[in-house]
């Protein structure tokens, strides 16, 4: 049916008893109930027949892979068949994915015990609290044993050591901020112990050294800044590997050499971007092995045997995977792969397959692996695209403009099928972070947009973001947030100069920082948009930082600034989004999660009740059993069609319909 006529009978029903209506219009005059654990709140009611309409564009689903059995060639992957995404074992390439875990709560991942595969350990939260405990699952009978205090505390990073028998890994159980490192055999979960106590959020296990006596640790501060440490694994005794230095370093990854005399790394000291770096223990000397390549080195993972490390770069938003020879100190592209996002790089404890997630525009995720020796690229999975047809979905095409201050900006931009004529409406759609990357790959539900409303769907990577350099990623911290803002004024002047999309209906969103973005956009620059939709955004740093988890606060401040700060706090105070709520005059969706440790709904709510006092619309939909976004499809789901609503009434200007709440 055409959605303009659903709407009109949808409007008609509201006056109309049901029984003076056809069949056919009584079909479209039923609604979608918002299920208990949802808050709907200026909603309207959701036809029945929106479901069907948009339904292919719901029932994708993606796989990633875990890692590898440790003796069989066969890999542990997670991926979704009913409401949220589960392990799942796939023992030959193209295999069945047969699911371990059945639970009402998403499991991400997983790693086999290293000597035989008996048993997997996993984490998994409730509700988006982030609160994850480990969890052992044996594959002889299936049961599951709890391994950690169950409680409000953080745990995972998991990193096992060479024998087999133990596992390191970060917990906030101590006190609920500071980051610890503990041990424990996962056969035995009454070994658990306290190895080393730390100050601060930022703290995780990157490896074991060969011989299992020490581990290496990084303390992240900040996207800028982080340090690399040994401990003891005997006594939890901490020496300093990486120097504190004036300019600020980031390192990152870490993976110590078969001999144990050093460690490779990433870091961006002496240079804009992260290199593949090998670290010398006795020296402390960095020496850098990718210099050749001018981009960030992303995700690495070193061969057993030592003499091979893959590695990707992201060149340009593009992702690139490289074999590097330790011995030569060289390295060569892998040809034959399709082009698209890889990540999750891990060897297979034999050492010559490696195992790798990709995904692309017109493919969601799925696992693939290369056998090193030959050359081989082979697909494990083929995950359903849900009734989509890889060659209609958009590719995207690289954009730039100018800023305020004439600094070149990026982005990527999606555009319509060409059976849609003149100029196309647009939704700017802002990553998170700050510190993130939006980088060319399958966009899902977003292709509705795309496909059935002719909506082009720009991506921009504004100041800040990653992958551009580290003085790039500087350019937003502080007093300078705003320009960051600035970036998508600038961005508006630019569509107003393509003589294919329409600077008159322009939507903007975004998740997490991205939300922020979006409400700092409306309120600067309402009068350039038609609507905003804001998900998980925080719309007053000052709040924001006293009310996320208390071992996330001294992280953000790091990025936002520091709110204790007197000259600080004001300036954050002044530029609030929710202090400025006054000059959001377009209609505003905002989305939260009930539990929602990193940007509390409290931010979404204070900002709600503010803009409802301009008499504008306002919609809100909050999830009691969700966190820092959705992931249960159910969820998902219902999102997603009040998405469609939001965006045909106040971008594309259909009828109005009567709000659910009001």
């Known amino acids: 049916m055409n959605h303009r006529r659903s709407w009109l009978l949808l409007s008609v029903s509201l006056c109309l008893p049901l029984a003076r209506l056809s069949a056919q219009e009584q079909t479209a005059a039923r609604t979608i109930a918002p299920a208990d654990n949802l808050v709907v709140d200026g909603i ?67 790693t086999y015990e290293r000597k035989t595969g008996k048993y997997i350990v996993f984490g998994r939260d409730v509700g988006g609290n982030e609160f994850n405990q480990l969890f052992r699952y044996d594959v002889a009978n299936g049961a599951v044993t709890l391994l950690t205090d169950g409680g409000r505390s953080q745990n995972g990073g998991v990193r096992w050591n060479h024998a087999g028998d133990r596992i390191a890994y970060g917990s906030t159980r101590r006190n609920g901020a500071d980051r610890d490192i503990w041990t424990m055999d996962p056969a035995n979960p009454g070994s658990n112990r306290q190895l080393v106590q730390n100050s601060g959020g930022g703290w995780g296990v990157l490896d074991w050294s060969p011989d299992d006596k020490q581990l290496l640790v990084a303390q992240y501060i900040s996207v800028n800044q982080s340090y690399l440490w040994l401990a003891d694994a005997a006594t939890g005794a901490m020496t300093r590997l990486t120097p504190e230095t004036r300019d600020s370093v980031a390192w990152s990854g870490g993976q110590f050499a078969t001999d144990g005399r050093g460690v490779y790394v990433t870091t961006d000291q002496g240079s804009e971007f992260r290199r593949l770096a090998y670290l010398d223990v006795a020296s402390r000397r960095a020496t850098p092995l990718t210099a050749d390549i001018p981009w960030d080195v992303d995700d690495f993972d070193l061969s057993p045997d030592g003499k091979t490390i893959a590695f990707t770069a992201n060149e340009a938003g593009q992702s690139k995977l490289y074999l590097f020879d330790t011995a030569t100190r060289r390295h060569r592209a892998v040809a034959n792969l399709p082009a698209g996002q890889v990540f999750g790089l891990v060897w297979h404890l034999r050492g010559r397959h490696l195992g790798f997630t990709v995904n692309s525009s017109r493919s969601t995720s799925d696992a693939y692996s290369l056998d090193a020796q030959t050359g081989e690229v082979t697909r494990w999975t083929e995950s359903e695209l849900g009734g989509l047809v890889a060659t209609e979905l958009s590719e995207p095409t690289l954009i730039k403009w100018r800023s305020f201050d004439g600094l070149e900006i990026t982005g990527f931009v999606y555009r319509p099928p060409a059976r849609f004529t003149g100029r196309r409406p647009v939704i700017i759609n802002i990553h998170g972070g700050p510190e993130g990357q939006f980088t060319p790959g399958f966009v899902g539900r977003t292709n509705f947009y795309l496909n059935e409303l002719g909506v082009a769907v720009i991506f921009p990577n504004v100041r800040g973001s990653t992958g551009y350099g580290k003085t790039f990623v500087k350019l937003d911290n502080g007093m300078k947030r705003e320009d960051s803002v600035k970036d998508i004024g600038a961005l508006f002047d630019w569509i107003a100069q393509q003589p294919d999309l329409d600077a008159s209906k ?157």
């Not at 029932?59 to 589960?86: K, Y």
């Not at 009930?594 to 809100?620: F, I, L």
């Open 44 to 110: 309207p009611p959701i036809p029945a027949a929106l479901a069907g309409e948009v339904r292919r564009y719901t029932e994708s689903r993606g796989a990633s892979l875990s890692g590898w059995h440790p003796v069989e060639r066969e890999i542990l992957i997670s991926t979704r068949f009913g409401n949220t995404s589960q392990l799942h074992r796939v023992r030959m390439p193209g295999g069945a994915r047969t699911q371990l875990t059945f639970f009402e709560e998403p499991v991400g991942g997983g």
């Open 506 to 662: 322009v939507m903007v969103t975004g998740g997490s920082y991205g939300g922020y973005m979006t409400l700092a956009v409306a309120t600067l620059y309402n009068d350039r948009i038609a609507c905003a939709l804001d998900v998980v955004g925080p719309s007053n740093f000052v709040t924001f930082l006293q009310n996320t988890e208390s071992y996330r606060r001294d992280l953000r401040r790091a990025e936002y600034g520091d709110e204790r700060d007197p000259a600080m706090r004001a300036f954050l105070e002044r530029t609030a989004p929710v202090n400025r709520a006054a000059n959001i005059k377009k209609p505003l969706f905002v989305v939260q999660g009930g539990n929602d440790p990193r940007v509390p709904r409290t931010e979404s709510e204070q900002m709600v009740a503010r803009v409802k006092q301009n008499g504008g619309p306002v919609w809100y939909l909050m999830a009691k059993d969700e966190g820092h976004g959705f992931r249960k499809k159910g969820n998902v789901d219902f999102q997603f069609y009040a998405t469609v609503m939001f965006v045909r009434r106040f971008l594309l200007g259909e009828p109005e319909v009567r709000a659910l709440g009001s």
